[in-house]
């Protein structure tokens, strides 16, 4: 874990490629993109299986090694309306219900609006960008805000380790600049796109189960 301050909050950094505000034992998880492969299945591409189950276990395992009361999802939550698949909606009304004294909010992204919100049975507060919460703005799309430090997700980023191709890692990345934190995508299917670095921008690598902060080249 790496604790960092944002927004006059501390902030912890965490492998799992999620974030936790300490002082408001809330989780923050950028762009899960619950059921993702099932949408790329029904359209006939071959994805891995399991996924669902992957994403899920790993907020379980989050919520008690944090103590978490609160869970703030950053935007796409479900990937798509193709996700409301029986096996995907089951699987996650069984998470919710295994965890029934966690508060769940969803920030809506722009997957949300075509997946549509989760069911009323799941009991998620359900709110447009964005949720203030002390000196920080919860959101799903990386724009500032004046007054407030953006904490928010949609770009899954990564940032590139090594030097000739053939030993080049894309790793997934905190980027945290001068106004606006980006949080990796938390999903287990989900891509990432490279970040571009501004002077005085601070960047952490994740390596399986540790952080590193990256030096600007």
Same mark, same amino acid.
């Not at 974030?19 to 950028?30: C, K, P, Q, V």
């Not at 295994?98 to 997946?115: E, F, I, K, M």
């Not at 507060?125 to 997700?153: F, N, S, T």
């Given at each position: 874990?790496?604790?960092?301050?944002?927004?006059?909050?501390?902030?912890?950094?965490?492998?799992?490629?999620?974030?936790?505000?300490? $002082?408001?034992?809330? *989780? !923050?998880?950028?762009? %899960?993109?619950?059921?993702?492969?099932?949408?790329?299945?029904?359209?006939? #591409?071959?994805?891995?299986?399991?996924?669902?189950?992957?994403?899920?276990?790993?907020?379980?395992?989050?919520v008690h090694r944090?103590?978490?009361?609160?869970?703030?999802?950053?935007?796409?939550?479900?990937?798509?309306?193709?996700?409301?698949?029986?096996?995907?909606?089951?699987?996650?009304?069984?998470?919710?219900?295994?965890?029934?004294?966690?508060?769940?909010?969803?920030?809506?992204?722009?997957?949300?609006?075509?997946?549509?919100?989760?069911?009323?049975?799941?009991?998620?507060?359900?709110? $447009?960008?964005?949720? *203030? !919460?002390?000196?920080? %703005?919860?959101?799903?799309?990386?724009?500032?805000?004046p007054g407030r430090? #953006?904490?928010?997700?949609?770009?899954?980023?990564?940032?590139?380790?090594?030097?000739?191709?053939?030993?080049?890692?894309?790793?997934?990345?905190?980027?945290?600049?001068?106004?606006?934190?980006?949080?990796?995508?938390f999903g287990s299917?989900?891509?990432?796109?490279?970040?571009?670095?501004?002077?005085?921008?601070?960047?952490?690598?994740?390596?399986?189960?540790?952080?590193?902060?990256?030096?600007?080249?």
């Amino acid at each position: 874990m790496t604790a960092i301050q944002v927004g006059g909050q501390p902030l912890t950094l965490l492998p799992e490629r999620a974030a936790f505000l300490a $002082d408001h034992r809330t *989780l !923050l998880i950028a762009d %899960a993109h619950i059921g993702k492969a099932v949408s790329f299945r029904r359209w006939g #591409v071959p994805v891995p299986q399991g996924t669902t189950a992957e994403t899920l276990g790993a907020l379980d395992r989050l919520v008690h090694r944090t103590g978490a009361s609160r869970i703030v999802f950053l935007g796409d939550f479900l990937h798509s309306a193709r996700s409301r698949a029986v096996s995907t909606m089951d699987a996650v009304r069984r998470w919710r219900e295994s965890q029934p004294q966690l508060a769940l909010t969803l920030v809506r992204g722009n997957h949300d609006r075509r997946a549509g919100d989760p069911p009323s049975a799941w009991r998620f507060e359900i709110v $447009d960008e964005p949720l *203030l !919460l002390d000196g920080v %703005a919860l959101c799903h799309h990386p724009k500032p805000m004046p007054g407030r430090y #953006v904490l928010a997700g949609h770009l899954h980023p990564c940032v590139g380790i090594g030097g000739r191709a053939r030993d080049h890692l894309r790793l997934p990345c905190f980027h945290f600049g001068p106004q606006v934190g980006v949080l990796p995508a938390f999903g287990s299917f989900t891509g990432m796109h490279p970040i571009e670095w501004g002077e005085g921008d601070r960047v952490f690598a994740i390596a399986d189960d540790e952080i590193a902060e990256v030096a600007r080249r």
